[in-house]
């Protein structure tokens, strides 16, 4: 069944089920542990990212032949960039909207998911060519 699904809608449906969680994550740990939105967005990341991962090499990309420790560790690197774009984006739109900072960082979370389905179809998760 899941060959049926289409590629963007299993990275829609896990990049929401990251999203989730590391909106959730953060939202817990400002309203439970008083820890400041760009702090606990940080920890949101590293939480979130493990649900990333799993999903994207099990379920979005699935059959893509790469070795788990060489798309681990892109997947890694690309997540380091789209979070650096994040947590810039994110304290910036914090210090200039009077927006609440769970809306601003949902806006944020989609537009760095943006970047990370395209890179991750075109370089994590690419299938070496045959040599």
Known sequence: MLPDIPRPLRFIAVGCAAA????????A???????????????GWLVAFGVSFAGHHHLTFRGHGVPVRDS??????????????NEATYAVALHVSRMGYQVLL??????????????????????PAPA
Do not use: Y
């Open 20 to 27: 989730g969680v590391h909106w959730l994550t953060v939202v």
């Open 29 to 43: 740990l400002v309203e439970h542990l008083a820890l400041r939105p760009l702090i606990a967005n940080v920890l």
């Open 72 to 85: 681990m560790r892109r997947f890694f690197l690309l997540s380091a960039l789209g979070f650096s774009i």
């Open 106 to 127: 949902g806006g944020v979370l989609v537009l760095v998911a943006l970047l990370t389905w395209v890179l991750s179809r075109l370089w994590v998760f690419r299938t």
